[in-house]
């Protein structure tokens, strides 16, 4: 391990710079510690400037360039953060920077981006392609390429979060970091890992980009092919390798986590926390609930990496997360046609305490029997079980036969969960 990648390098780091980099808070979440079972602390770092850690490699680096290399100017490639950090401390230190983005980054960082003076080029379907743009057009045009995690200047940068949580909270039992390229990791644990720390480094991913998952099971970095996630941020193709050869024997655990369980998590940041994060951001989360009962009791830090998630999501995750914790369901059902059925189809779901979001009545495509005709309802619920009631109380609705004409509600509902 070179100078550069030590920890003599990362408090020099944290030198160079602290004055231009928010000293992020490291609370105890009383909430979070409820759910979790253990006592949680989050690392606000989404509250940089650019909304994402990504800031502290980037000065980092860029305070690293000779003169020369800041006249001609720097060239990144970013789904949205590292453009951000390189964007912003590029704007502040007069270099002219250009920045290669997936057509699919969010809109929210493509649009900052383009605020901090950054020349943004949306091209390419991974990070993986555009990582190839990027060097490409740094030796067309005599460009310094920031690379986004595998750089020594950047994992140096990085891993100052590790000197801050340290100072935070001593006494940490584990440290959880969300994990694309390695950097962040690789930083945190040669800040951490020091002889004889017994401070646990667990990583997350996300099932859909499972990079550094593939490349400890090969042995080495080997390329995936990420699949959509919302932990875009954690979308990389492949693992850096100077990244790796630093976690590949430090890290105490690597945690997969799947779509609902990223979801959920910006649900429960936003709700218990007050606190916006984008999928990256809550994979930390993600990842503690996993890890269950294995961290029972212990102090755990959650690295809260980024803030940067597109307002037009924000609805969908929220949706999505609810349906996930059992409070929010659609309800399918058969009713008669006649007057008053939907009022007494309404009357029955109020009585069980759900609160009635939408409401769909279908005769177009309803059931076959001419006689009937379709409902869609979408409730808010309490949790699974509340779900329960409602079907038992739409299984129980008895209709008298043969005395007198069919009361309004008819005997068989579909009911299912969505």
Known sequence: MTDSLSLAAIQAAQSRIRDRIYRSPCPHSYMLSRRCGCEIY????????????????????????????????????????????????????????????????PLVKVSNCLTFGANVILSGENLGECLEIARSVAAQKNLTFVHGFDDPHIIAGQGTMGLEILEDVPDVDAIIVPV???????????????????VRIIGVEPEHAPT??????????????????????????????????????????LVLVDEVQIATSILRLLELEKTVVEGAGAAALAGAISCGPMLSGK????????????????????????????????????????????????????????????VTHDRNFGPADVSLTGVIAVLETRDFDHVRQIHEALRSAEIPFGQEPPGPLAADFDDSQS
């Open 299 to 358: 102090k755990v830090v959650l690295c809260l990496t980024g803030g940067n998630i597109d307002l037009t999501v924000i609805n969908r995750v929220i949706e999505r997360g609810l349906a996930a914790e059992g409070r929010l369901c659609r309800i399918r059902a058969s009713i008669s046609d006649r007057p008053g059925s939907l009022a007494a189809f309404l009357a029955l779901i109020a009585s069980t305490g759900a609160s009635i979001k939408e």
């Open 42 to 105: 989050c690392k606000l770092d989404h509250l940089q400037v650019t909304g994402s850690f990504k800031e502290r490699g980037a000065r980092n680096k860029l305070l690293s360039l000779t003169d020369e290399q800041r006249r001609q100017g720097v060239i990144a490639a970013s789904a949205g953060n590292h453009a951000l950090g390189v964007a912003y401390h590029a704007q502040t230190l007069d270099i002219p920077v250009t920045v290669i983005m997936p057509k699919w980054a």
């Open 212 to 253: 550094l998952s593939r490349s400890l099971e090969a042995g080495r970095p080997v390329r995936v092919v990420p699949t959509p996630t919302l932990a875009d941020g954690l979308a990389v193709s492949q693992v850096g390798d100077l990244c790796f050869e630093i976690v590949r024997g430090a890290i105490d655990q």
């Open 180 to 198: 694309g390229g390695g950097g962040l990791l690789a930083g945190v644990v040669l800040a951490v890992k020091s002889p004889g720390s017994q």
